[in-house]
T-cell receptor, first 109, second 116 residues
Framework: GQNIDQPTEMTATEGAIVQINCTYQ??????LFWYQQHAGEAPTFLSY??LDGLEEKGRFSSFLSRSKGYSYLLLKELQMKDSASYLC??????????WGAGTKLIIKP | GAVVSQHPSWVICKSGTSVKIECRSL??????MFWYRQFPKQSLMLMAT?????????EQGVEKDKFLINHASLTLSTLTVTSAHPEDSSFYIC????????????FGPGTRLLVL
């Protein structure tokens, strides 16, 4: 079956770095997406990886290893506004997004 | 770019009434639109996928006669919750994608439905 695993919750300190991991098993693979969702709001797109390696976008970076079925989202210089849920989604061979349950990130001062 | 709007943002209605939610892509042509539902503290649940001019494809367990989806143009899709009941109260979110299936899905701001 198809499956996405990511931690349920993580806590980090303002100004620090946090890495949110995601492992996936899908029928075929057409890329890995990360979205941010603040409480009570809709998800917003953060990144897309389809090739192995690290994609950097400001304070946020996303990494993909296709051979390991693994991705991570790296958040640097954490700010209080980064407190949100981070959703990992893998696109399968039918171009369907398989969603993880999300990782709730709590930032403490 | 890639802005998706939803209207209304909040709906409160009586049990038995029908509610229509609109989803619009404002600055791109959305070949495919998706409708999701999210209950509090739960993950996104895909309800259906619609392609412009075609009938929507519903996920297993989603009643197509209760959740009517119309995708009549490349910028507009509507979801009608017919004969809404309290258990239909949820956060309904649409997303839109351009012509290529690998393109990013961009989400609308969501619609909170409360059925009394």
């Amino acid at each position: 079956g198809q499956n996405i695993d990511q931690p349920t919750e993580m806590t980090a300190t303002e100004g620090a770095i946090v890495q949110i991991n995601c492992t996936y098993q899908t029928s075929g693979f057409n890329g890995l997406f990360w979205y941010q969702q603040h409480a009570g709001e809709a998800p917003t797109f953060l990144s897309y990886n389809v090739l192995d390696g690290l994609e950097e976008k400001g304070r946020f970076s996303s990494f993909l290893s296709r051979s390991k079925g693994y991705s991570y989202l790296l958040l640097k210089e954490l700010q209080m506004k980064d407190s949100a849920s981070y959703l990992c989604a893998a696109m399968d061979s039918n171009y369907q997004l398989i969603w993880g349950a999300g990782t709730k990130l709590i930032i403490k001062p | 770019g890639a802005v998706v709007s939803q209207h209304p943002s909040w709906v409160i209605c009586k049990s038995g009434t029908s509610v229509k939610i609109e989803c619009r892509s404002l600055d791109f042509q959305a070949t495919t639109m998706f409708w999701y539902r999210q209950f509090p503290k739960q993950s996104l649940m895909l309800m259906a996928t619609s392609n412009e001019g075609s009938k929507a494809t519903y996920e297993q367990g989603v009643e197509k006669d209760k959740f009517l989806i119309n995708h009549a143009s490349l910028t507009l899709s509507t979801l009608t919750v017919t004969s809404a009941h309290p258990e239909d109260s949820s956060f309904y979110i649409c997303s839109a994608r351009g012509g290529s299936p690998q393109e990013t899905q961009y989400f609308g701001p969501g619609t909170r439905l409360l059925v009394l």
